[in-house]
């Protein structure tokens, strides 16, 4: 009988001390630092187009996408490209459905409907994931006048040296 109690105590201790360990890991969680911040982007979906047809995030990271059917049929909503391949469940009309997906390499995903030939009618569209800073850089050197040169060349004058 003894031993049975002792058992007793043991799970009622791994129980309780299971939960202690689960919430402190909940704190964590919610104090971790990541692209996306935990970010809710709405997507919706019609006969046949994604609204918007391109999202544009800052950095990669984690986000979810919460996908809403204003069509009249079903409709689903996925996310792919990079090795990341995701989707919600298939939807009726008016139904809601999110998925969260790991959007850690920068660059372009697919987004669309994968129910029938509705990408193929229109339901599609992309996640552009940090694509505003590559660009920057390159812009700024060909802004240079076609007449302007910047070689140090005896014979050639620079907009530089007539100041």
Same mark, same amino acid.
């Given at each position: 009988?003894?031993?049975?109690?002792?058992?007793?105590?043991?799970?009622?201790?791994?129980?309780? *001390?299971?939960?202690?360990?689960?919430? &402190?890991?909940?704190?964590? /969680?919610? $104090?971790? @630092? #990541?692209? !996306?911040?935990? %970010?809710?982007?709405?997507?919706?979906?019609?006969?046949?187009?994604?609204?918007?047809?391109?999202?544009?995030?800052?950095?990669?990271?984690?986000? *979810?996408?919460?996908?809403?059917?204003? &069509?009249?049929?079903?409709? /689903?909503? $996925?996310? @792919? #490209?990079? !090795?990341?391949? %995701?989707?919600?469940?298939?939807?009726?009309?008016?139904?809601?459905?999110?998925?969260?997906?790991?959007?850690?390499?920068?660059?372009?995903?697919?987004?669309?409907?994968?129910?029938?030939?509705?990408?193929?009618?229109?339901?599609?569209?992309?996640?552009?994931? !940090?694509?505003?800073?590559?660009?920057?850089?390159?812009?700024?050197?060909?802004?240079?006048?076609?007449?302007?040169?910047?070689?140090?060349?005896?014979?050639?004058?620079?907009?530089?040296?007539?100041?």
């Amino acid at each position: 009988m003894s031993r049975y109690l002792l058992l007793a105590l043991v799970a009622s201790f791994l129980a309780f *001390t299971g939960g202690a360990c689960g919430s &402190g890991n909940d704190d964590e /969680a919610s $104090e971790g @630092e #990541g692209g !996306g911040g935990g %970010e809710t982007i709405e997507i919706t979906g019609t006969e046949f187009a994604l609204d918007p047809a391109t999202v544009e995030l800052d950095e990669a990271g984690t986000y *979810t996408f919460r996908f809403v059917n204003d &069509g009249g049929t079903v409709h /689903a909503l $996925e996310i @792919e #490209g990079h !090795g990341v391949e %995701e989707e919600t469940e298939e939807i009726d009309a008016g139904e809601s459905a999110e998925v969260t997906v790991d959007l850690s390499e920068p660059g372009e995903y697919e987004m669309y409907c994968p129910v029938g030939n509705h990408r193929d009618e229109g339901m599609e569209g992309t996640v552009v994931v !940090g694509g505003a800073g590559a660009g920057g850089t390159m812009t700024d050197e060909t802004t240079t006048d076609d007449d302007t040169t910047t070689e140090d060349d005896d014979d050639t004058t620079t907009e530089e040296d007539s100041g």
